[in-house]
């Protein structure tokens, strides 16, 4: 087996460290040559790489570590580019909770204005990593995840339609999860599924164990009572009360269609006047993230770089981050495994956009991905895909073109948004909190 060399971008992430110790417990089936951290905020990403490099030092001497924010450096002579950056961090994302709150409008990190307006922001920085990637390491893979990878995944399409990159997304991993345990199975990786949607707005529409027998019934009748809720994952992330009443509420989103099970980010298209009754507009989960997450990851770093050692805890393998370490064997080792991915559709829902990205199963090899069909998909989620998808190609046409006129039809069409005014007023309050990340509109 060869050994790879990766480069984590966004090296400064909460998800970084959880990553890394993903790698070195999967060091058997995807081993590992060298990791690198890529950041373009040194002191964020300093911590972490201490951290990391203590844990990396003890537990894998061999594979080489470094820090760095020239990206020339980080860039050459890898095989694998983990990305999951985040444009304008967590402030920025307060912002796009914040600003579509004042207005009565849902305030979310990916769904409606605040996913557009962090879309506008991460467009320019994906860009940036990925031609890099492909200068100083031509023939590499990005595996993306950085967010929205909706707007992100139809940028890349559109505007650099050769590129090796992959965009994922966890949400099914963790739910699947849920399903498995529902179904009294121990793992997703039992299952063999049926999904199609875009990116945080699909469908199951066939869940199965390994001898084929149809899951649905026992999952449908959970859904019907609970949705998501008193179905436990191993997963670290999703475990807040806010999560909680997210997966609570995927019960009404089931309700909309009972034939299928539901990714829960449908909750804020089709339920937003509860989720903006249920929003504190000066407290969003931007604020719960930095006081939790971001506050927990940090300090168990700095401990760990006072201590001197990784042992003894403090930082732990994201269960959940195994699926990157899937995708990428699936790669690199041509395992053949079968996973939701990001796609362009060309077909793949018959009766939908060819030139949409959408969200569906693909295997996995050492040539890349090949796309499995959905067939054909009933008028209720079609209509709602339709609306959703010129939202997300609107925005990335508003940003190659510099047009306000575009981003203002985006925000309009989207179906948080109750009208062109509304639109306008958080467009306005979004390009003046924005100056610095935005191309210039006009
Ligand atoms: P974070 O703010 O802790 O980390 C992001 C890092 O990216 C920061 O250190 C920041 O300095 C860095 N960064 C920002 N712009 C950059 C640029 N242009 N070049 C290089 N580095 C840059 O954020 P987080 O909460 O850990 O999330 C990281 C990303 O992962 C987000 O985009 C988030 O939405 C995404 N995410 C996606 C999924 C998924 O399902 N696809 C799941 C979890 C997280
Ligand atoms: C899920 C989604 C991600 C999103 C994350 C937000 O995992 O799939 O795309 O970034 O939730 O979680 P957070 O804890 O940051 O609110
Ligand atoms: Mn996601």
Redesign the pocket.
């Known amino acids: 087996m060869s050994k790879y060399s990766i480069v984590i971008a966004g090296g400064g992430s909460t998800f970084t460290p959880g990553i890394v110790l993903m790698l070195l417990e999967n060091l058997d089936r995807f081993p590992i040559r060298q990791v690198k951290f890529y950041d373009n905020d040194a002191e964020r990403q300093e911590i972490v790489a201490k951290a990391c490099g203590i844990a990396l030092r003890e537990r894998a001497p061999d594979i080489a570590f470094s820090y760095t924010t020239d990206i020339r450096e980080a860039f050459t002579d890898v095989d694998f580019c983990m990305a999951h950056i985040r444009v304008g961090k967590y402030a920025m994302r307060e912002k796009d909770e914040k600003i579509p709150l004042k207005y009565g409008v849902v305030g979310q990190e ?1 769904c409606g204005p605040g996913g557009i307006a962090y879309g506008m922001r991460s467009i320019g920085g994906i860009l940036e990593i990925l031609d890099a990637m492909e200068r100083h390491s031509p023939g590499a893979w990005m595996l993306n ?1 950085s ?1 929205p ?1 909706a707007i992100v995944a139809e940028a890349t399409r559109l505007l650099r339609p050769a590129s090796r990159i992959l965009n994922i ?3 099914p991993i963790d739910l699947m999860e849920k399903m498995a345990s529902i179904a009294g199975l121990g793992s997703r990786k039992e299952l063999t599924v049926r999904y199609y949607g875009l ?2 707005f699909g469908w199951w529409t066939d869940v199965r164990d390994a001898r084929g027998s149809d899951l649905l019934p026992v999952i449908r009748e959970h859904m019907a009572k609970h949705g998501f809720a008193q179905a436990p994952s191993a997963t670290a992330q999703h475990v807040e009360k806010s999560w909680g009443d997210t997966f609570a509420k995927a019960r009404d989103v089931y309700a909309l269609d009972p034939e299928t099970i539901p990714n829960t980010y449908l909750k804020y298209y089709l339920y937003p006047d509860y989720v903006v009754e249920h929003s504190d507009p000066n407290h969003t989960r931007a604020n719960e993230v930095m006081e939790h997450r971001e506050r927990n990851v940090f300090s168990a770093c700095r401990a760990i770089i006072e201590r001197g050692t990784a042992e003894g805890g403090g930082l732990e393998a994201d269960v959940h981050a195994s699926y990157i370490v899937d995708l990428a064997t699936a790669i690199a080792e041509n395992t053949r495994e079968r996973m939701l991915l990001i796609v362009p559709n060309g077909g793949a829902i018959e009766n939908f956009d060819p030139e949409a990205m959408v969200e569906i199963p693909c295997i996995l090899g050492s040539n890349g991905y090949e796309k499995i069909s959905m067939g054909r998909i009933p008028r209720f989620q079609k209509g709602l895909m339709e609306q959703q998808v010129a939202v997300e190609k609107l925005t990335v046409e508003a940003w190659i073109e510099g047009s306000y006129q575009k981003l203002w039809q985006a925000l309009t069409l989207s179906k948080l948004v109750p009208s062109a005014r509304v639109a306008k007023l958080i467009l306005d309050d979004l390009i003046e909190a924005n100056r610095d990340y935005w191309p210039k509109l006009s």
């Open positions: 990916t995840y967010n990878a997304c966890d949400m990116n945080h």
